[in-house]
């Protein structure tokens, strides 16, 4: 079994500030990861995913999480948040080894003040 | 990678009438996952649909609510039937974008917003 806990379903930043999006999640196997975000009436992308080796992964746009086991969390930062990034983001997971189901998270809407 | 155009993209239909979303997508899948999303809800799996066999559904969705028809490798349709107020959602559909990691990276199409007056 696996679940998703997103906490805060809004967060604001300024502009140029720090983002940190939060995730936890639980899976009785090791996992994969994924942040995915959502534009206003536009499919989820794919931003960044953890599979093996290296905790820390690097996305698109900036954005980058880390992958901490004794934590279970899976944590989104960008270090300076641009308008564009005003968006819903989901963090996912999947047990490892082969096609499994995904699991997502309740999302996040993120607002960016300018 | 994969490409979808999701059909309609929104609409406005009727308590009791049924509505069919297309999902086409350029290039040949081997599985296709329809997937609803409710306001302040996660995306929920309805069911797996591949080609030549019937659609797999997760528990708590039954075929006659939403069958499920997928033709050939690049086409699905999911259809809500005898809908209520509370389908009002938003239903995507999805395909498995990249199998080179090992890990299930889904490409999702823009979404069909129903509405269910």
């Known amino acids: 079994a696996q679940s998703v806990t997103q906490l805060g379903s809004h967060v604001s930043v300024s502009e140029g500030a720090l983002v940190l999006l939060r995730c936890n999640y639980s899976s009785s196997v090791p996992p994969y990861l994924f942040w995915y975000v959502q534009y206003p009436n536009q499919g989820l992308q794919l931003l960044l995913k953890?599979?093996?080796?290296?905790?820390l992964v690097k996305g698109i746009n900036g954005f980058e999480a880390e992958f901490k086991k004794s934590e279970t969390s899976f944590h989104l930062t960008k270090p300076s948040a641009h308008m564009s990034d005003a968006a819903e983001y989901f963090c996912?997971?999947?047990?490892?080894?082969?096609?499994?189901?995904?699991?997502f998270g309740t999302g996040t809407k993120l607002q960016v003040i300018p | 990678s994969a490409v979808i155009s999701q059909k309609p993209s929104r609409d406005i239909c009727q308590r009791g009438t049924s509505l069919t979303i297309q999902c086409q997508v350029d290039?040949?899948?081997?599985?296709m996952f329809w997937y609803r999303q409710q306001p302040g809800q996660s995306l929920t799996l309805i069911a797996t649909?591949?080609?030549?066999?019937?659609?797999?559904?997760e528990s708590g969705f039954v075929i006659d609510k939403f069958p499920i028809s997928r033709p050939n490798l690049t086409f699905s349709t999911l259809t809500v039937s005898n809908m209520s107020p509370e389908d009002s959602s938003i239903y995507l559909c999805?395909?498995?974008?990249?199998?080179?990691?090992?890990?299930?990276?889904?490409?999702f199409g823009a979404g069909s917003r129903l509405t269910v007056l």
């Open positions: 996912a997971v999947s047990p490892s080894g082969g096609y499994q189901k995904v699991t």
């Open positions: 999805s395909v498995e974008k990249d199998t080179d990691s090992g890990a299930n990276v889904l490409t």
């Open positions: 649909a591949n080609q030549g066999s019937e659609a797999t559904y």
């Open positions: 953890y599979t093996t080796g290296a905790t």
């Open positions: 290039s040949q899948v081997t599985m």
